[in-house]
C-alpha cells in the first residue's frame, strides 16, 4: 500500500512539473529565435514579447513590443475603436471596459487632402471607402486589408480588394504596406531605394515613407490565428526604428507569421499595457521629441485586446 501510495504521489509530480515545463514552452512557441526577448503573460491568451538587443548583427538599437492574442482559448476578444474627435491611446484604453492591452492603428480617415485613401468598415457600416485615384501619391496607402470578424476572434490579412463592394467581411481596415502575404516577405521589396534620391522625394512618397527608418506600428497573424499587435520605436539612438523591410525581415525571422501588415506609425506609435507605469503606455512615443512615454499623438483608431 505505502508502495503504491509513492508511485501515485511521484507520478503526480512528474505530472505537475511537465505541465508546469509545457506551460512555459506553450508561453513562447510563437518566437522561432528568443535571443535578445523577454515575455510576459498578462492572461493565458495574451503573451507580451519585449525586445531589445545592443548588440544583434541585424537588428541592433532596437526596441520592440509585440502583444499575441490567442482567440482560440475563448478568454477575450479584440476590439477596434474609432473616434473621429481623436485621444490618446491611454485616454481611449480609460473608456474601454476590460482593456488588457492596445496599439494605435490605421492612417488618418479624418484629413482633408488625403481623408479617402482609406477604407474602415465597422460592424458592416462602411465609415470611409477609398477614393484615390493610382495616380494619386496615397495609392499604396490601402494596399493591404484587415478584416475580422465581430466577434473580435478571427482575423484575416490580404492584399486589398479591387472593390471593396464585394468583401463579405463585416469589418475591414486597410493599411499598408503589406509585408507578409502567406508567409511570402513581399515587404523585403516593396520600397528598394537603391539609387533614388529621396531627398526629392514628397514625404507621402512610397519610396521616402517606407524606404528609410522610423517608428512603426503593425499587425500580423500567426499560423494558428493568433494576432500580433507590434511596435517598434525609433528616431533615438537607444531605438533606430525600422524600414518597411527591416521590419518584413524582423517579423519572419522571430515570428514567421502568415501574413503582416505595417499600419500608421511615426509619432503615431503607441502601446498600451494595463497596470504599467506612465498611464499604460510601455514604448516611446515621439510626439514630445523625447525618448519617454509621454510623448502620445492623438489618433482615430485604435486596437485593443479584452
Given at each position: 500500500?505505502?508502495?503504491?501510495?509513492?508511485?501515485?504521489?511521484?507520478?503526480?509530480?512528474?505530472?505537475?512539473c511537465?505541465?508546469?515545463?509545457?506551460?512555459k514552452?506553450?508561453?513562447?512557441?510563437?518566437?522561432?529565435?528568443?535571443?535578445?526577448?523577454?515575455?510576459?503573460?498578462?492572461?493565458k491568451?495574451?503573451?507580451?514579447?519585449?525586445?531589445?538587443?545592443v548588440?544583434?548583427?541585424?537588428?541592433?538599437?532596437?526596441?520592440?513590443?509585440?502583444?499575441?492574442?490567442?482567440?482560440?482559448?475563448?478568454?477575450?476578444?479584440?476590439?477596434?475603436?474609432?473616434?473621429?474627435?481623436?485621444?490618446?491611446?491611454?485616454?481611449?484604453?480609460?473608456?474601454?471596459?476590460?482593456?488588457?492591452?492596445?496599439?494605435?492603428?490605421?492612417?488618418?480617415?479624418?484629413?482633408?487632402?488625403?481623408?479617402?485613401?482609406?477604407?474602415?468598415?465597422?460592424?458592416?457600416?462602411?465609415?470611409q471607402?477609398?477614393?484615390?485615384?493610382?495616380?494619386?501619391?496615397?495609392?499604396?496607402?490601402?494596399?493591404?486589408?484587415?478584416?475580422f470578424?465581430?466577434?473580435?476572434?478571427?482575423?484575416?490579412?490580404?492584399?486589398?480588394?479591387?472593390?471593396?463592394?464585394?468583401?463579405?467581411?463585416?469589418?475591414?481596415?486597410t493599411?499598408?504596406?503589406m509585408?507578409?502575404?502567406?508567409?511570402?516577405?513581399?515587404?523585403?521589396?516593396?520600397?528598394?531605394?537603391?539609387?533614388?534620391?529621396?531627398?526629392?522625394?514628397?514625404?507621402?512618397?512610397?519610396?521616402?515613407?517606407?524606404?528609410?527608418?522610423?517608428?512603426?506600428?503593425?499587425?500580423?497573424?500567426?499560423?494558428?490565428?493568433?494576432?500580433?499587435?507590434?511596435?517598434?520605436?525609433?528616431?533615438?539612438?537607444?531605438?533606430?526604428?525600422?524600414?518597411?523591410?527591416?521590419?518584413?525581415?524582423?517579423?519572419?525571422?522571430?515570428?514567421?507569421?502568415?501574413?503582416?501588415?505595417?499600419?500608421?506609425?511615426?509619432?503615431?506609435?503607441?502601446?498600451?499595457?494595463?497596470g504599467?507605469?506612465?498611464?499604460?503606455?510601455?514604448?516611446?512615443?515621439?510626439?514630445?521629441?523625447?525618448?519617454?512615454?509621454?510623448?502620445q499623438?492623438?489618433?482615430?483608431?485604435?486596437?485593443?485586446?479584452?
Amino acid at each position: 500500500m505505502l508502495k503504491t501510495s509513492y508511485l501515485l504521489a511521484v507520478t503526480f509530480a512528474f505530472s505537475a512539473c511537465v505541465s508546469q515545463k509545457s506551460k512555459k514552452l506553450q508561453s513562447v512557441t510563437e518566437l522561432k529565435d528568443k535571443t535578445g526577448w523577454t515575455t510576459d503573460t498578462l492572461r493565458k491568451d495574451v503573451i507580451w514579447y519585449k525586445f531589445n538587443a545592443v548588440t544583434d548583427g541585424e537588428f541592433a538599437n532596437q526596441n520592440v513590443n509585440v502583444i499575441s492574442f490567442n482567440p482560440k482559448l475563448k478568454m477575450g476578444k479584440m476590439l477596434l475603436d474609432y473616434k473621429k474627435e481623436k485621444d490618446s491611446l491611454s485616454v481611449f484604453a480609460s473608456r474601454i471596459s476590460g482593456a488588457l492591452a492596445g496599439i494605435n492603428a490605421t492612417y488618418f480617415i479624418e484629413k482633408k487632402d488625403s481623408a479617402d485613401y482609406m477604407h474602415l468598415r465597422l460592424k458592416g457600416i462602411d465609415i470611409q471607402n477609398v477614393k484615390v485615384p493610382k495616380s494619386s501619391i496615397y495609392w499604396w496607402k490601402h494596399q493591404g486589408m484587415f478584416t475580422f470578424n465581430n466577434e473580435g476572434t478571427d482575423f484575416a490579412i490580404h492584399f486589398s480588394s479591387e472593390d471593396f463592394g464585394k468583401i463579405k467581411s463585416e469589418n475591414i481596415m486597410t493599411g499598408a504596406p503589406m509585408l507578409i502575404d502567406n508567409f511570402k516577405p513581399v515587404g523585403l521589396t516593396f520600397a528598394d531605394t537603391a539609387g533614388v534620391n529621396l531627398k526629392k522625394l514628397h514625404y507621402e512618397h512610397y519610396l521616402k515613407h517606407q524606404g528609410i527608418r522610423h517608428p512603426r506600428t503593425a499587425i500580423a497573424v500567426s499560423r494558428e490565428g493568433n494576432l500580433l499587435l507590434v511596435t517598434v520605436d525609433g528616431r533615438n539612438k537607444k531605438a533606430l526604428g525600422m524600414s518597411a523591410k527591416e521590419l518584413t525581415a524582423f517579423l519572419s525571422r522571430y515570428f514567421n507569421p502568415r501574413s503582416a501588415m505595417n499600419i500608421d506609425g511615426g509619432g503615431s506609435t503607441m502601446m498600451w499595457v494595463k497596470g504599467e507605469p506612465h498611464n499604460g503606455i510601455v514604448n516611446y512615443p515621439t510626439d514630445n521629441k523625447k525618448f519617454d512615454h509621454y510623448g502620445q499623438r492623438m489618433v482615430e483608431t485604435v486596437l485593443f485586446i479584452k
